[in-house]
């Protein structure tokens, strides 16, 4: 049998050249040309290829049968050719399914590129939206804060209007005191001034009337006219010292309406900062269900892309598959072309046999 390192193909074409030289080809000839092999390897070859050509012509064989020479030639070429054809088959169409599955395969890696670069920008754009998110749910956190601050502000501003408003009313109800005291002193005074005046009246009417006793009783209604005035300064500086105590009070009370106003109006700001701050945590609520709408549906979408990913590896898989099939199918094709070749090498060395043995006997 012929050695690894020379095959038939390099006798033909060595031979080949050796003939379009003008020479005959033989053993010498051949390895000389391809500067390798063996006698007893290039022997068969050589053989082969002369047979091939029409020429093979040895002593022994025009003993054999020419229907037995035809017959294993025409059974060699039928082996050689159903191999051929079945590798060639075989070859065209794992050629065919090879360049349709690379061309799946290139679309394949496109879409899943594409998928990918998809994929990472929807992840990025997630990322953001997440770190949005969470500085916005920090300022909601820091309006909440601010705004308990605002609330603890305004309860405690209501606690003082409330107190203040006690001490109104209180200070109130000691004014209604303080002027029905003046009011009962006012009548008293007039009272004392009527009778005053009463009994002026009636002192002059009886020194009208009583002139003799007017020297006698001067120095009395004297004292009496005396002790009155100064029960009337007594009740004219209790008067005067209600009047101030009034005004005080007054004073007093017109302080607690600022105050009270004061305290309003801070009251007003209050609740205008708070509708504020509430307007303000609205819109945060508003803004953050958006984002996390948003969220979902990039979750969706993220979820969308993995299962087509899947799907695209499922199919490579499936293709990797079709591939080895394929690649099977070629293998069992080349073993096949190999038994044939092993059978007309088994066939040939067997009529080789049958000639040696022939050429000895004569």
């Known amino acids: ?16 050249a050796i003939r379009a030289s003008g020479q005959e080809a033989t053993i010498d000839r051949v390895r000389e040309a391809l500067g390798t092999g063996s006698k007893s390897t290039l022997a068969p070859l050589l053989r082969r290829w002369k047979a091939a050509q029409g020429e093979e012509k040895g002593a022994g064989r025009e003993d054999l049968p020419d229907e037995l020479l035809t017959a294993v030639r025409h059974l060699r070429e039928l082996a050689q050719q159903s191999a051929d054809e079945q590798i060639e088959q075989a070859r065209i169409r794992f050629n065919e399914q090879e360049e349709v599955l690379r061309q799946q395969l290139v679309s394949i890696e496109g879409e899943l590129s594409a998928l990918q670069n ?19 749910m920090e300022k909601n956190q820091q309006f909440q804060a601010s705004a308990a601050a605002q609330r603890a502000e305004l309860a405690e501003v209501r606690q003082r209007l409330s107190e203040r408003q006690a001490d109104y009313g209180e200070l109130k109800t000691q004014l209604g005191h303080v002027r029905s005291q003046a009011e009962h002193y006012q009548q008293a005074v007039a009272e004392e001034r009527r009778l005053e005046r009463e009994q002026v009246q009636q002192l002059r009417s009886e020194w009208q009337l ?8 001067m120095a009395a209604d004297a004292a009496a006219l005396l002790k009155s005035e100064k029960a009337y300064d007594t009740l004219l500086e209790n008067h005067r010292r209600l009047e101030l105590e009034k005004s005080t009070q007054q004073g007093e009370l017109e302080r607690n309406q600022w105050e009270r106003q004061s305290l309003q109006e801070e009251l007003a700001v209050t609740n205008d900062e708070l509708a504020a701050l509430r307007s303000e945590r609205a819109a945060a609520a508003v803004t953050t269900a958006k984002l996390l709408t948003a969220r979902e549906h990039l979750e969706h979408s993220v979820d969308m892309l993995t ?3 899947d799907a ?3 199919r490579a898989a499936k293709a990797d598959d079709l591939a080895d099939r394929l690649r099977s199918e070629h293998a069992l094709a080349l073993q096949a072309k190999i038994a044939a070749e092993a059978e007309v090498r088994e066939l040939r060395s ?3 046999e049958r000639n040696d043995i022939r050429q000895r006997d004569r």
């Open 1 to 16: 049998m012929a050695r690894s390192g020379v095959s038939y193909a390099d006798v033909a074409t060595a031979a080949s």
């Open 118 to 136: 998809s994929h990472e920008t929807l992840t990025h754009a997630h990322a953001e939206l997440q770190g949005h998110h969470q500085q916005l």
């Open 210 to 217: 009583t002139r003799d006793d007017w020297g006698r009783r």
């Open 307 to 309: 299962s087509r990913i």
């Open 312 to 314: 695209l590896e499922l």
């Open 350 to 352: 067997r009529l080789d």
